[in-house]
């Protein structure tokens, strides 16, 4: 969409984010609604006795939809105009409906003693549990369906976050790039404000509209809804300046780090004989943690392997019938603690593919034969690692492991490369089902693992296993 078009345009957008709010709380207050209908409709063509006509769980309906749409406000679950993808939405969807079923229970109780006299309207366990569940499955597939509904509607430049970006050389060539590129649509890149001088950034399609002083004029004029800063190299003084501009008027601001913050992602505050200090955080799993990842790693590992042993033989046979050369291929990587272990692969490439040394894949590498082109495309020639992954020597998830050549020049220049080696490496990562595979950023790679390491929790584990195998048939990365 033009930046010329800002006037009508942006004032249908921001009526139509409103339009599109109220129909997501319509959508969540009718999938409630639905849970309550097909709940009791199962339970009563199960055993008819065992709850009361339909009319009698309006107050539960009531409640369940106003503590629901109350919830999801203050969790800001009405604030964004990104889409989620259906894990993602069901994680979140699943505290906020149990948490909305408690409270509508209890205000029952409350409000209606008279409703838990089994005279009246009974309310048995089987209805209750089977209300939750459906109440969790319908308010999610409603909201990612509606998701998908928004999604269309922004690709279409529809319903889109207006964005400045105010920045200058690399970063600010970045941000935009990052914007306007990828599958993200809610997000329009209106113009960038140039700064510290900079007006050697062009970028295309997207129009210079001043200068810092000119952020509030531009700001009113464009109908910004979010300004996003990118100069990491600027002093406290002049990014509070323009922090100060921005908040003149009604925008989100958003603000790339500097590098001490992405090098101190985790700061906390103590004390050393009465001194204060700030204390990076230990980015390391102990304890329970690393013994609960361990369990979820043998538990999918090992019932993987059983489960594709026989399609493992069967791409063993082809790839000796193919080529000659050994079934698999090992390789040095470097794992936990900087360790060097040997990583299993089928083989994808002839046997003298390295003749010269080691080298990056290209997607037209003419080393790979015809079925390892085929099984790389797949991430098949990456199942042997099931067998590490049982070993101990790697996780399921985790940080890919890179070849001890590679991690010595990475560590000279990336930030905290390092300490990617507190865990152990992984089948597949974070940075892998964001896209980051293949000869992308290793910066960026590394961003996403640390974020990985800083975050963990065996939801997350599960999540990007299962996002991992929903697209291994659409990575354009994998070759």
């Known amino acids: 969409m033009a930046a010329g078009s800002q006037d009508g345009g942006a004032g249908v957008n921001r009526h139509l984010r409103w339009l599109l709010l109220l129909m997501q709380v319509a959508v969540d207050a009718l999938s409630a609604a639905l849970a309550i209908f097909v709940a009791h409709r199962l339970v009563r063509s199960i055993k008819p006795d065992a709850v009361d006509r339909l009319l009698s769980y309006l107050p539960l309906a009531l409640f369940l939809i106003a503590a629901i749409v109350i919830i999801s406000y203050f969790r800001k679950r009405y604030h964004s105009s990104q889409p989620t993808n259906f894990l993602d939405s069901l994680s979140k969807t699943a505290g906020t409906v149990t948490i909305a079923f408690m409270v509508a229970l209890i205000a029952i109780v409350f409000f209606f003693p008279d409703q838990f006299n089994y005279a009246t309207a009974p309310y048995p366990r089987s209805f209750v549990t089977t209300s939750w569940g459906f109440a969790i ?32 050389g690399d970063i600010g060539h970045m941000l935009i790039q990052k914007l306007q590129g990828g599958n993200d649509a809610s997000h329009e890149v209106v113009g960038y404000i140039e700064a510290n001088g900079d007006n050697a950034m062009q970028v295309a ?79 390391a799993l102990r ?97 042997p690692q099931l067998i590490n992954v049982v070993r ?14 590679y991690v010595e020049q990475f560590r000279q220049y990336i930030p905290r490369y390092m300490e990617r080696h507190r865990e152990k490496a992984g089948i597949t990562g974070w940075a892998q089902i964001n896209g980051l595979r293949g000869d992308t950023s290793i910066v960026e790679r590394t961003k996403y693992d640390l974020w990985y390491i800083e975050n963990w929790s065996l939801w997350l584990d599960f999540k990007i296993t299962l996002l991992t195998v929903v697209r291994i048939f659409s990575d354009r990365n994998a070759y």
């Open 392 to 405: 101990g020597d790697m996780s399921v998830v985790g940080p890919r492991p890179e070849r001890p050549v």
């Open 287 to 383: 304890g329970w943690k690393l013994s609960l990842k361990r369990a979820y790693d043998l538990i999918v590992a090992t019932t993987a392997l059983v489960m594709l042993s026989p399609f493992m033989l069967f791409i063993g046979l082809l790839i000796k019938l193919e080529s000659p050369g050994p079934m698999f291929y090992i390789q040095e990587r470097m794992g936990l603690d900087a360790k060097p272990f040997p990583m299993i692969k089928f083989r994808s490439m002839r046997t003298d593919a390295e003749a010269h040394g080691p080298g990056w894949t290209t997607p037209d590498d003419p080393r790979k034969t015809r079925l390892g082109a085929i099984i790389r495309k797949l991430s098949v020639d990456e199942l």
């Open 137 to 168: 499955m319908l308010v999610t597939l409603g909201r990612w369906v509606f998701g998908l509904f928004v999604h269309a509607l922004q690709k279409r430049g529809i319903g889109r976050q207006r964005v400045l970006v105010v920045g200058s």
């Open 205 to 283: 399609d997207t129009p210079r509209l001043g200068r810092t002083a000119d952020i509030p004029n531009v700001i009113e004029q464009y109908h910004i809804d979010e300004v996003v800063i990118g100069l990491p190299e600027a002093s406290h003084r002049e990014l509070v300046r323009i922090i100060s501009l921005c908040e003149r008027e009604k925008v989100s601001i958003k603000v790339f780090p500097d590098v001490f913050q992405i090098m101190a992602t985790e700061v906390s505050v103590s004390d050393l004989a009465g001194l204060p200090l700030l204390s990076v955080r230990d980015v």
